[in-house]
């Protein structure tokens, strides 16, 4: 399976945050949905739970590769068909559920039409911003080596404040 870069990023972001992970979380996607005689299955990138709140994280390198409307239906579907599924699995409780979009590169009507349907949408760069000044104040050991390369480099000021 590849690594997505977006969702390392993320996942370790949120993790830093206090959240605990599920990456590439799996459910199942009922017949009538798939529109074939048999039930599918799709994923969760970046599952994030806390005591009080669960975030469904779907990360994105662009969101240009259909039209705005396609991208925002199908994204639409998705978020609705995960958050069935972490409530079926009985994942939430009295939590409260925050869809949430990452994307490296964006097309600023699917950022808008995903937000009137209650879909957060946060740029990388913005998210990367605040992964780099969250590092600049964790004192502990990271076991992730991407995050401890990021706090070398931190640290040692190869990324400078200017840059987080």
Known sequence: MVVSYVEEIVSEYYRLKGYFISKDWKYRVPKEVTGKKVSGWKD????????????????KAFTGYR?????????SEDFKQA????KNARLV???????ILVVDSSI???????KKRGIEVYLLEELMRNFLKLL????TMQEHPMTRTLKYLVEH???QKSMS
Do not use: M, P, W
């Open 157 to 159: 000021e190869f990324i």
């Open 108 to 114: 600023k009507k699917v950022e808008r039409n995903l």
């Open 83 to 86: 958050e069935r599924a972490i």
């Open 44 to 59: 969760i990138d970046v599952l994030a739970i806390t005591d009080k709140e669960v975030l469904i994280i779907e990360c």
């Open 67 to 75: 039209s705005s409307r396609e991208t925002t239906k199908k994204l």
């Open 136 to 139: 600049r104040k964790v004192t």
């Open 93 to 99: 409780g009295n939590k409260s559920i925050k869809k």
